[in-house]
């Protein structure tokens, strides 16, 4: 690894809006250099014509073509349930390896563990960052508290892959508008890729979910006044709920910001159809789950804001309909929602000024 | 290992009724035979003296004391949260696997992983059995169901450590007394040294808790009409929330048993006070969780009956105490309720019934 590494980003067949979660989310708010796109099937193309974002970095066919650009990392851009490594990615990732490149991957499945790839490795002298490898030591969570007068707030969602990390990030950016002292707290794989510190909570011995939660939150609520929290999955999720429990509970959030993704009607992945919840329903279920955990002396966490995504009616819809899919949503869950991509800044302040007015009401802060 | 083990508990300093929960589990429940129990604090009394089972099982002081009494076989019998080893037993586990005994270890620290245990290991040419290692290849949950026509049964509980697997093994000698078929899923430490096989699901990789939970179950209603699930945690325990949760929807109940310890009154270890909920409170808490994840098509998972953990009351109050104790637990959630320890069959079978006649009334079995 270097200090101002050079990415590209692997993301062969699946560089589309809907399968490089990571890779979207690398290109919108990473601060070092995207150099390139790794996917033969656009190659020759811009990223920000299949993905919306990363506008003027080239797609390109092999890790050739990406070293020829100056990379000297190769991060894995994408994430399927399970974690393992794609095959199709296996020679890409053996040709970064063996010319020397860093690989930095977010899937469950160790880079290393394939042994061509280590022999891939050892040739190259390469290394390879596991972005889910957890810290050695965590601690059983529910025994420390945060700082008094830090306000943590957790992004929670109506199934995975909704918006959350892209939800935080904007909240982030909009309190320090506001001149806020704010941390962000990276949960997952693709926030720790762009934060460059963090745990996968979903990575964690599963004893440890809750802990590793609260050792960051209590960590980063030592020097800053607001600790942003990206959450995963989903209550409501048949995989991943006990992820989302464990990560609610040890975070212990005072604010929640819950995230939903306008046009998913089930839950991603699974084909017999789970129907998703509604959003007041929605509600109620993570102030509840909230509230079993939370001791004596803490008033009740509750949501006070909607981040919707609405991404995926960018190009065929007409734009009004973002627009009364966002009005809707406040309307039934009688809270303040915006876009804060579709919208911009201004979206992302809605939902700032939500968190800062709850914060003043004195609804929900660790001070109380 | 051998076919027919001959066991030793190790629980130095710790055999006591609130310290030795996988030892009095393996004492009660084990049908391997257990030679003794090795704790220098209480050598030359009798297990049961301290536990309230194991009549005839002496407590010795060394493992050589163990070994001269047939030992083949030196078990971890304590667990405290967190899963380290305790220092004060890495002389007993090294001497032991020196002499060529099998350590079984139910804790999260690995034996191998400490450099003098490996090293008296390959001296004693001795094996480990790693109760909480789970299976190098799991599932995400949510994608099977299982057979049409079991019924699936998890105990749930107050707080961790109240009785659940001691609940689910009285449920299942007391549906196998009443003729019905039925498999056992051990799903922590001491219900796998019980029943030789199982997955810890607070040791897998937080992700896959509920895959794990899943195969178990549907693996086990192939071959019987009640799968009766091991609990574990709490949904409102502040660290292991998640685990709970993650094994709720991936168990897919179709009833649910309450466990509780009727003398605990906040959350075992947190010294700050977090008071536990009350029964039913924590009926609709559990069902209200199961059904966030259960598909169209299915009934609500109930919880159907209580089951409650009685024995500290055992030597210093009137038993009348405890009858009583019963009897409001069964009017408060209006429910049946049972001790199936100091009940008896009477008590297990009170819970059985319990199941079986929530099951007659379709009220909630996968065949609807």
Chains 1, 2 share one sequence.
Request: aromatic letters at 4%.
């Amino acid at each position: 690894m270097t200090d101002t590494p050079r990415v590209a980003i692997l993301a062969e067949g699946l560089f589309t809006r809907t399968t490089a979660k990571t890779a979207i989310g690398v290109l919108r708010y990473a601060r070092y250099q995207i150099v390139a796109v790794v996917d033969s099937t656009k190659a020759g193309t811009d990223a920000a014509d299949h993905v919306g974002v990363g506008r003027g970095v080239p797609v390109v066919a092999t890790v050739d073509d990406a070293i020829a650009r100056g990379a000297d990392v190769l991060l894995i851009g994408t994430a399927a349930a399970g974690g393992r490594i794609p095959d199709t990615y296996r020679p890409f990732l053996s040709r970064a390896l063996e010319r020397g490149m860093a690989v930095w991957n977010g899937l469950h499945e160790r880079v290393l563990s394939d042994v061509r790839l280590a022999a891939a490795a050892k040739r190259g002298n390469a290394s390879v960052r596991e972005l889910r490898e957890p810290p050695k030591e965590l601690p059983v969570g529910g025994h420390r508290r945060p700082r008094v007068g830090a306000t943590v707030v957790l992004t929670v969602g109506s199934d995975a892959a909704v918006g959350k990390m892209t939800a935080s990030l904007e909240i982030v950016a909009a309190l320090r508008r506001m001149d806020e002292t704010v941390a962000f707290v990276a949960t997952g794989q693709t926030g720790i890729a762009i934060a460059g510190e963090g745990i996968a909570v979903d990575a964690v011995v599963a004893d440890f979910i809750a802990g590793a939660a609260e050792k960051m939150v209590c960590d980063a609520a030592e020097h800053a006044d607001w600790v942003i929290v990206e959450g995963q999955g989903s209550l409501t999720h048949p995989g991943f709920s006990g992820v989302t429990l464990g990560l609610l509970h040890g975070a212990g959030p005072d604010l929640m910001v819950l995230c939903h993704h306008a046009l998913r009607w089930s839950m991603k992945g699974y084909d017999d159809g789970l129907p998703l919840r509604t959003l007041p329903e929605l509600v109620r279920i993570y102030e509840d789950a909230a509230a079993w955990r939370r001791p004596p002396g803490y008033p009740p966490a509750r949501v006070v804001a909607i981040a919707l995504n609405t991404g995926d009616l960018l190009s065929s819809e007409p734009p009004d309909l973002a627009l009364s899919w966002i009005q809707s949503a406040s309307t039934v869950t009688k809270l303040p929602a915006a876009d804060p991509i579709r919208e911009g800044a201004a979206g992302a302040d809605r939902l700032a000024r939500a968190l800062i007015d709850a914060r003043g009401r004195g609804a929900a802060t660790s001070t109380s």
